[in-house]
């Protein structure tokens, strides 16, 4: 069985003062709740901070990017034995607002998440389509491109090493949540791509949600068979809101 997994995704918000605040309410209102993963994604200055208060306390950590690299003259680049050094044990790869504002294409997105595997770090691979891409029609041709480029560098059996979110880029940070039956099909349509492949990867795979997810959408989100859990962006910034997310998501596991 699948437990639930959910990934907070601070993107580029925080500050000592503030993080110190959150990542304390975090530590103390999750020891209460059973039967969930959860993990921070944090900017990297921040690495050290949420090593030092979140170790011992069950809740992972990750970074929101990697390098493709491993060392060397790559001016600005962070790269997965960095992150490993900070006790991280998440990257974040293929963000939408990466591949759209840094230009990251789905082969370099393949070769961060070999580069994160490498590591011993277990990437979390986004892939979703645009709002132009669903009218269209085109959502599982996007998705299954998406996820053709990392089958092909990597192999079907690397997700025995990674979680996958589906994120549908006009649910991010718009306040519009797909509904849990728009984000059922895609997940499952992720979940049968991979079984033609490996059907026991397949089975395993952790696939998040993520676009929009409160705690008000949760428990209807993580209640469809194939949502695994939920990549929280904005309501992962207010404790309330995170902790009642995985208090959702610890009530339908
Ligand atoms: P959101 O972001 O929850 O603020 O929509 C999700 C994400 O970008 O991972």
């Known amino acids: 069985m699948r437990i639930k997994f959910v990934a907070g995704n601070w993107k580029m918000n925080g500050n000592l003062a503030a993080n110190q605040v959150l990542l304390h309410a975090l530590?103390?209102?999750?020891?209460?709740?059973?039967?969930?993963?959860?993990?921070?994604?944090?900017?990297?200055?921040?690495?050290?901070?949420?090593q030092q208060l979140l170790s011992g306390?069950?809740?992972g950590w990750g970074a929101q990017n990697v390098s493709q690299f491993d060392a060397?003259?790559?001016?600005?680049?962070?790269?997965?034995?960095?992150?490993?050094?900070?006790?991280?044990r998440y990257a974040i790869v293929g963000?939408?607002?990466?591949?759209?504002?840094?230009?990251?294409?789905?082969?370099?997105?393949?070769?961060?998440?070999?580069?994160?595997?490498?590591?011993?770090?277990?990437?979390?691979?986004c892939v979703g389509e645009t709002l132009e891409q669903r009218d269209a029609g085109d959502t599982e041709a996007v998705?299954?491109?998406?996820?053709?480029?990392?089958?092909?560098?990597?192999?079907a059996l690397s997700?025995?090493?990674?979680?996958?979110?589906?994120?549908?880029?006009w649910a991010i940070g718009t306040g519009k949540?797909?509904?849990?039956?728009?984000?059922?099909?895609?997940?499952?349509?992720?979940?049968?791509?991979?079984a033609a492949q490996d059907a026991v990867i397949a089975q395993n795979v952790q696939v998040l949600y993520g676009g929009s997810v409160k705690g008000s959408n949760?428990?209807?989100?993580?209640?469809?068979?194939?949502i695994d859990g939920g990549l929280i962006g904005g309501a992962s910034l207010d404790a309330n809101e995170m902790l009642t997310i995985c208090r959702a998501a610890s009530a339908v596991n």
Request: negative net charge.
């Open 143 to 155: 998705v299954a491109a998406q996820l053709d480029a990392v089958l092909e560098r990597s192999g």
């Open 177 to 194: 949540t797909a509904t849990p039956e728009q984000a059922q099909a895609v997940h499952a349509f992720i979940r049968a791509k991979l």
């Open 27 to 50: 530590v103390e209102g999750l020891a209460r709740v059973a039967g969930v993963k959860c993990a921070i994604c944090a900017p990297f200055p921040y690495l050290a901070q949420v």
């Open 72 to 88: 060397g003259a790559y001016t600005g680049e962070v790269s997965g034995a960095m992150l490993v050094d900070f006790g991280c």
């Open 95 to 125: 963000h939408s607002e990466r591949r759209t504002l840094c230009s990251e294409t789905s082969e370099i997105v393949a070769q961060k998440y070999a580069a994160a595997l490498k590591a011993g770090l277990t990437p979390i691979l």
């Open 159 to 169: 997700f025995a090493h990674a979680v996958i979110a589906y994120e549908p880029v």
């Open 57 to 59: 306390s069950g809740i």
């Open 218 to 226: 949760a428990t209807q989100l993580f209640g469809m068979p194939d």
